[in-house]
């Protein structure tokens, strides 16, 4: 019933800019916790940011800090990634991810993501 759908990922030089998509359905963004991770080849998928369910604090890895701004519209139901000067180590499989953590605060680890979308790549050149 969950269901979520990156979007917005593409070809940028660095120092460029592009904004992911998370387009959501079957949940109210209100009552989940809702984080970006990203995946580069024979890397570990990690964390870059998260958004908290019921207050929308957000957190930040250190190396996407200042450069990436996540954000919620809870009318298109859709959360963004915005994310400014990349750098060419930003180069990464980009998925969204929700659990239904309504007051924690999020986290920017794989647990307890429960529910992906299929991911959208961003390839900044070098």
């Known amino acids: 019933q969950l269901q979520l759908v990156e979007s917005g990922g593409g070809l940028v030089q660095p120092g460029g800019s592009l904004r992911l998509s998370c387009a959501t359905s079957?949940?109210?963004?209100?009552?989940?916790?809702i984080g970006w991770f990203r995946q580069a080849p024979g890397k570990e998928r990690e964390g870059v940011s998260c958004i908290d369910g019921s207050d929308r604090k957000t957190q930040y890895a250190d190396s996407v800090k200042g450069r990436f701004t996540i954000s919620g519209d809870n009318a298109q139901n859709t959360v963004y990634l915005q994310m400014d000067d990349l750098k060419p180590e930003d180069t990464a499989v980009y998925y969204c991810?929700?659990?239904?953590?309504?007051?924690?605060?999020?986290?920017?680890?794989?647990?307890?993501?429960?529910?992906w979308g299929q991911g959208t790549q961003v390839t900044v050149s070098s």
């Open positions: 991810a929700a659990t239904d953590w309504q007051f924690r605060p999020c986290v920017l680890r794989r647990m307890p993501y429960d529910s």
């Open positions: 079957g949940f109210t963004l209100d009552n989940y916790a």
